[in-house]
């Protein structure tokens, strides 16, 4: 498939526990099962989705700064770099493809510390809040951006 149909999905630290990792806060789908939802949008909106996850902040500074290489927009949960990574931020800002944060909690009805993104002004927009929906719309959302 040509680039301007390609999206990279990428998860941050942590979201390898998903199903076990406080499934009051984040649910209880596990990242394989939130990964299968996302593909099976990807084919119906007819576009080719690649999924990747690091615990790594360094490797996931290399996937961004690769993408425009290969992919026409990301969607990206960061976890917990959302709220630390100026590293992150500024090869978000470097790559200059679209990209939409995304988030299974709502970070603004959370911790304090949860509600500053350092990555929010260096994305077309945010969803945060609706579980895996998160991942869906975000991915609609890239999709329009392309
Ligand atoms: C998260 C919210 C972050 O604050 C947290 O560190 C995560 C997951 C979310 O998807 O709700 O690991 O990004």
């Excluded at 939409?100 to 959370?110: A, P």
Aim: proline content about 3%; overall charge positive.
């Amino acid at each position: 498939m040509a680039k301007k149909r390609k999206i990279l999905v990428l998860h941050g630290p942590n979201l390898n526990l998903l199903g076990k990792r406080q499934p009051e806060i984040y649910g209880r789908l596990t990242l394989e099962q939130i990964n299968r939802r996302i593909l099976a949008l990807a084919r119906e909106l007819g576009v080719e989705v690649e999924i990747r996850q690091s615990n790594s902040e360094g490797e996931l500074v290399d996937w961004i700064q690769q993408a425009p290489k290969k992919f026409a927009a990301l969607v990206i949960n960061a976890a917990a770099y959302t709220h630390s990574s100026v590293a992150l931020r500024d090869a978000l800002t470097a790559a200059g493809i679209p990209a939409i944060e995304v988030h299974l909690s709502n970070i603004y009805k959370r911790e304090e510390f949860r509600k500053r993104s350092l990555i929010a002004e260096a994305v077309v927009g945010q969803i945060t809040g609706f579980g895996v929906s998160s991942y869906l719309l975000g991915l609609r959302a890239a999709v329009e951006a392309l």
